[in-house]
């Protein structure tokens, strides 16, 4: 009796895993901050989804460090949709994994970026140490908390910023940027590998003064402590593109291309712009954005292709193993 | 077909079931320890030997190693010296709570890493409730190397307490009396006859706590800092490797840690058996 029950149970068990299996499913892997952002977008678009064609769909997103995250898709993780912090890490898939085409960034309008963010500075309360610019980061005794670089796509962003400071201030030049940003990572006492690492060090440890961080992870702390931190736009930052991509390889297995397409395109739709813009990412829609204009100030930006001439050249220079960045860290320097 | 008929009848007739251990322990160490093992150590061999002695040699990596090692060594050390105190402590005296304490040993056994490393950095970061009473004399131990070490001991003290306790245990305490009845003072006794009994167990001790040291991960990136050349250990540059899809070089690094691991457990093993054989 109990044999006859229990494989009763195991035949239910099989059914239901082989429905499951008909259910319409979607994995967007992402960087770290985004959980907030994707959630929300993933919820109306499966409300939409449901009410265009009946069908329901599963839409799951998977967090963590921008590289962590493209290195498990290159090793295996089956992502249809990747919406990483920068055009490198989905390079990387591309070029190592050949899941999706080299050309990828051409394929969806503007970069394939559906929406902007960039770099600002969180203070404490007050601005004790009266932080107004990325000049005041390198005085001594000044404490930043930012992640590595090299596991960190924000961090990237953060360092470039820096360094397009200290090139576009009067009289500056390659080697004055170099300095610069050595001078700022030895003010940095911790270096967290991912973005959410460094809002925990510096909200919850207590540790540092400022905090370099992604537009949108700052105004989320300055919701959910309220009173306790004020954000410093510095004279000028970067224009920080998160791509998003299609993983051709990945949708033909799963046989769920229509779905993934409608999800991509769906995110540059007045519906999700506003909805990127609410969650703090800077909507590429210019009706939406004037909207929200009190909550993204308009300072000079540098741009990744025309100030560094594209993820791929500011990667072999600043973050490849002997580069600018590791060369900070070498003794005697 | 009769010759090994009559050669396995033997092996049975001396070690019940020793054909079917034997095969099984050699299928079981190959799928789990050996085959996993070579795909690391094959793995670096997609360098040239140049890039595999350039991966290691670099002046960071060789920084993380000293940190990884140095401090295992130092902390499997203090493991073992306080690991003995306590483990006398537990099995020579009576007192309320002894039970307690005995379980509370295996706490950090039990733990996930990552929550030991939270724990500690939250106690010990400047704003902790240790971290704020040493920042007072200007000490530093979350976010620093020391704070490695602190990681580094918290998980190591089990292994030194669970090795030497039931050696202890056994001891007894006749030879101690037989001591002082030949008039040894305790401090003789102890240093001159039970510390020279446990000779191997403390060594085996040290060697468990050292290899957990060398090899943890999860907790020490919570509290370690990881600036490069810093407080950046070995593990935490083979995932930054990883991460920068650099699997060749996070391999190299990996087979270096292994055969230093290797030859260190080696030497430990070694001291053991002459300790033992010293006895």
């Known amino acids: 009796m109990r044999r006859i029950l229990f494989l009763a149970a195991a035949a239910l068990a099989f059914a239901a895993t082989a429905a499951g299996a008909a259910e319409l499913k979607l994995l967007n892997v992402s960087y770290d901050p985004t959980r907030e952002l994707y959630k929300d977008l993933g919820d109306a678009f499966s409300k939409q989804w449901k009410a265009r064609t009946g069908e329901t769909l599963t839409l799951s997103t998977s967090n963590g460090g921008s590289g962590a995250q493209a290195r498990a898709v290159i090793d295996g993780l089956q992502a249809d949709v990747v919406t990483l912090a920068l055009a490198a890490d989905i390079d990387a898939i591309s070029a190592k994994a050949g899941l999706l085409p080299a050309d990828w960034q051409k394929r969806l309008p503007q970069n394939s970026t559906p929406y902007t963010s960039t770099i600002v500075f969180l203070v404490r309360k007050g601005n004790p140490k009266k932080i107004k610019d990325w000049s005041d980061l390198v005085k001594p005794g000044i404490e930043v908390i930012t992640p590595n670089p090299k596991t960190s796509g924000g961090a990237r962003w953060a360092y470039l910023a820096a360094w397009s400071f200290a090139q576009k201030t009067p009289g500056g030049n390659v080697d004055k940027a170099k300095a610069f940003v050595g001078a700022l990572y030895r003010n940095v006492p911790v270096l967290d590998s991912g973005a959410r690492g460094s809002t925990v060090t510096f909200t919850k440890r207590g540790l540092g003064d400022v905090l370099l961080d992604w537009e949108n992870e700052a105004h989320l702390a300055l919701k959910e402590s309220p009173g306790k931190y004020e954000i410093v736009y510095p004279s000028r930052s970067i224009l920080a593109e998160p791509p998003v991509a299609l993983v051709d390889k990945n949708i033909d297995r799963h046989n769920n291309r229509k779905v993934a397409e409608a999800f991509v395109n769906y995110l540059y739709t007045p519906e999700a712009q506003e909805i990127q813009a609410r969650d703090f990412y800077r909507p590429r829609n210019p009706a939406i954005l004037a909207k929200y204009k009190a909550t993204f100030p308009n300072i000079p930006l540098a741009s990744i292709n025309t100030d560094f001439g594209g993820w791929a050249k500011a990667q072999q220079t600043h973050f490849a193993d002997g580069g600018v960045f590791d060369k900070i860290y070498q003794p005697g320097k | ?279």
Do not use: C
């Not at chain 2, 530093?140 to 030497?164: D, E, H, N, Q, S």
């Open chain 2, 1 to 279: 077909m009769t010759a090994a008929t009559i050669s396995s009848r033997s092996a049975r007739g001396r070690f019940p079931g020793f054909g079917l251990s034997l095969g099984f322990t050699l299928f079981y160490l190959t799928g789990i320890v050996l085959v996993p093992l070579l795909a690391l150590v094959l793995r670096p061999f997609e360098l040239h030997l140049q890039d595999f002695w350039t991966a290691i040699s670099a002046p960071r990596v060789l920084a993380a190693l000293r940190l990884s090692f140095g401090t295992a060594l130092a902390a499997a050390a203090i493991d073992t010296f306080f690991g003995f105190i306590v483990v006398w402590v537990l099995v020579r005296y009576r007192f309320p709570g002894k039970r307690l304490m005995d379980a509370l040993i295996d706490l950090p056994f039990a733990l996930p890493t990552a929550v030991a490393g939270i724990a500690l950095s939250t106690l010990y970061a400047p704003t902790g409730w240790i971290g704020s009473l040493l920042a007072v004399y200007g000490i530093k131990v979350a976010y620093t190397p020391w704070g490695v070490l602190v990681a580094m001991i918290f998980i190591g003290l089990p292994f030194t307490v669970r090795t030497l306790q039931p050696v202890l245990q056994e001891l007894g305490r006749d030879l101690e009396e037989a001591a002082a009845t030949l008039g040894a003072t305790r401090g003789q006794a102890i240093l001159r006859v039970v510390v020279p009994m446990m000779a191997p167990a403390l060594l085996t001790g040290a060697a468990l706590a050292f290899a957990r040291g060398v090899g943890e991960y999860g907790s020490i990136i919570f509290i370690a800092g990881n600036l490069p050349m810093k407080s950046e250990i070995a593990p935490l540059l083979i995932v930054t490797k990883l991460e920068q899809f650099d699997y060749a070089g996070a391999a190299s690094i990996g087979v270096v840690m292994l055969a230093a691991s290797f030859v260190m457990l080696l030497a430990l093993n070694a001291l053991q058996v002459w300790a033992a054989k010293r006895r």
